[in-house]
């Protein structure tokens, strides 16, 4: 409507409109948006009344739920370590600050009954600019039936405290998220890599890390292997032979082997 | 060897732990699963499982292709139980974009997940058996999932690596045939299931085997996050089709069994009767399968906003398999996280071999049933 007034004048050569001709087009714009307007109301109407699939997909919404019994019960615990509440589609995610990810663990597990740890993974945002990192925690309360996610920001180089304690099956999922993205946990009780060998240099899953590996050489179990030859060189068995074999046998591996047998 | 002949001065009498290494190729640990034993005689202290021997990347992977080319990248994962994470990985996709996906695909996809929980359960039952000693049930185990993988091959023509599911619905309508097929197999099925029964269940050995050994007490496996058949086995009733029924689980009715002694007895009980109730929601869905269309309406390029997540999982034959996906507005997703079934599960292995025999590490690692291929990726 708008923009078929803002065309008009600009039309050279037609005289000037008189103040009926106006009214007149303002009325005919209007009908127009009118009929417009009823066009989208029976579209809707139309997509309405189709079954769900032949619908145009929408994304669930994201609201705040900062007045969830649960998210207010955790912030009246837990003060401004709770740092907001949103519900994605339905699900209650919650952010919550890093130093005090335990403690509200803690409490989801003993106060609320979310005994169930369902997974733990780390998401890397290389565009933010100083909390680059993100671990998700999911939980399950199996009485309630209810989910929950929770989300705790970690810049480079920063420890998020381990909830090992709260549910042991984080210890894996906590070395996992440590091998791929290198987030270290504090106080875990075996923090080493998981999927990839020991020795590795990198991070997989960040988003720098280039698709096709980076060369990590031959020095791979640089205390077992000679770091020239690499893993298949060398002494022919693949082992470095150890300083006590090879003060045993200083000719060939096999008869330092004989010996020690 | 006698003592004069040893040359070094370590005992040999007197020693009381030491250090086994268990896989990773042996026979009994399904693939590269590596175990650190720590053993007094035949008895093992602790355990501490190795893993990563088959990790290919597969969630740096998923970063790369758009949404639509990476269900094929699922299959590869629990390969013997494919259409699973097909369903897993499509079904979070969907609810990611908001999609609906029509009844009949619904009804599909519902048929193939429960055959492919037959088949992998019987691949169970066949490694788990011939671990112990029981040879026999091998041969009649792979007599049934030959049926199923041919089903699956007139569905989708894959055998293994199915790629059946689409992101909004089924790519193909069942075959000429296909129903009758499957309902002549689900109707011998509960049959065969007996014969399988007839030669372990009373089983003087299979008994003496596996009950009382690996014990798992249920607070243990909640603390471990252990779900599917081993958490049903260690008496907790949770089960994702009936807890957040989807696809067309509401639709049917079926028991889950649970059993409350929490050893590799019961949860081969357990097992043993989700294959009976897996028939039974077969045969329902196959009865009222609906007509219409296999597919929602979707873009030709799936993308999900910008800032976008979601976690959704279903009830895989190992237990819950899920996908927690980030979009970022483009065509590919930003993170694609897998919650492998078996990973958590393999984690509470060394609480369950604590104390007993070496024999009954290859049992336990059998009723874990885990699947390198996913806890590795």
Request: with cysteine; net charge negative; hydrophobic share 35%.
């Amino acid at each position: 409507m708008s923009d078929d007034e803002q065309k008009r004048p600009t039309n050279a050569g037609e005289p000037e409109p008189s103040a009926e001709g106006d009214a007149a087009k303002v009325d005919a714009a209007k009908a127009k948006a009118e009929a417009a307007a009823a066009a989208r109301a029976k579209k809707a109407a139309e997509e309405a009344a189709k079954p769900a699939w032949e619908r145009d997909p929408v994304a669930p919404a994201i609201e705040d739920a900062s007045d969830d019994p649960l998210a207010a019960g955790l912030r009246e615990a837990h003060g401004a370590s709770l740092e907001h509440a949103v519900a994605v589609g339905g699900e209650l995610v919650l952010q919550v600050a890093r130093g005090e990810i335990r403690e509200v663990c803690q409490s989801l597990a003993e106060d609320y009954g979310y005994r169930l740890l369902v997974d733990l993974c780390g998401v890397d945002y290389p565009s933010r600019e100083n909390e680059r990192f993100e671990v998700v925690y999911l939980v399950h309360n199996l009485e309630e039936n209810r989910r929950i996610r929770l989300r705790v920001r970690v810049p480079e180089g920063e420890e998020v405290p381990s909830v090992c304690g709260v549910w042991r099956g984080a210890d894996w999922c906590e070395r996992e998220v440590f091998d791929m993205f290198g987030i270290r946990f504090a106080d875990h009780p075996d923090m080493t890599r998981i999927l990839m060998w020991e020795g590795f240099h990198g991070h997989p899953l960040r988003k720098d890390f280039p698709i096709e590996g980076i060369d990590t050489g031959a020095a791979i179990y640089p205390e077992y292997y000679d770091d020239a030859a690499g893993p298949i060189g060398g002494t022919g068995t693949g082992w470095k032979p150890s300083k006590a074999e090879a003060d045993q046998a200083p000719e060939t591996t096999d008869s330092g082997k004989a010996g020690k047998e | 060897m006698s003592p004069e002949k040893t040359p070094s001065s370590e005992p040999l009498f007197g020693l009381e732990e030491m250090e086994l290494n268990f896989g990773p190729q042996h026979p009994a640990t399904h693939g590269v699963l590596r175990l650190r034993l720590k053993v007094d005689g035949e008895r093992i202290v602790d355990a501490y499982p190795i893993i990563g021997y088959l990790h290919r990347g597969t969630e740096k992977l998923f970063e790369l292709h758009p949404y639509f080319q990476n269900v094929p990248h699922t299959d590869r994962m629990d390969y013997v139980a494919a259409a699973t994470s097909n369903l897993a990985y499509v079904g979070a996709v969907e609810k990611l974009i908001g999609m609906t996906v029509p009844p009949r695909a619904r009804y599909i996809r519902t048929i193939l997940a429960e055959l492919q929980r037959i088949s992998s359960h019987l691949i169970w039952l066949a490694t788990h058996a011939i671990d112990i000693g029981a040879m026999t049930p091998f041969f009649y185990t792979f007599r049934e999932r030959e049926v199923i993988l041919d089903l699956f091959e007139e569905y989708c023509g894959a055998r293994l690596t199915l790629n059946c599911m689409r992101p909004g619905g089924q790519p193909y309508d069942l075959p000429i045939g296909w129903v009758e097929r499957c309902r002549e197999f689900i109707r011998d099925f509960p049959s065969k299931v007996d014969e399988y029964e007839g030669l372990l269940t009373n089983n003087r050995i299979w008994k003496q085997r596996t009950i009382g050994v690996g014990v798992l007490p249920p607070e243990v496996a909640l603390e471990y996050g252990v779900t599917g058949p081993m958490l049903r086995g260690s008496g907790i009733d949770w089960d994702l089709r009936k807890a957040m029924p989807y696809e067309a689980y509401d639709q049917v009715e079926f028991d889950v069994p649970v059993a409350h002694n929490c050893d590799t007895y019961d949860r081969y009980l357990v097992r043993m009767e989700e294959m009976r109730q897996s028939g039974r929601i077969i045969e329902q869905c196959l009865d009222d399968l609906p007509d219409g269309p296999l597919m929602a309406k979707r873009p030709r390029v799936l993308k999900a906003p910008k800032d976008s997540e979601t976690y959704y999982s279903v009830e895989g034959p190992k237990g819950e398999i899920g996908f927690y996906i980030v979009g970022d507005g483009t065509p590919n997703p930003h993170r694609c996280r897998v919650r492998p079934p078996s990973f958590m599960n393999l984690q509470v292995l060394p609480e369950m071999v604590r104390g007993q025999l070496i024999s009954d590490l290859v049992a336990v690692i059998g009723t874990t049933d885990i699947v390198l291929g996913e806890i590795d990726r």
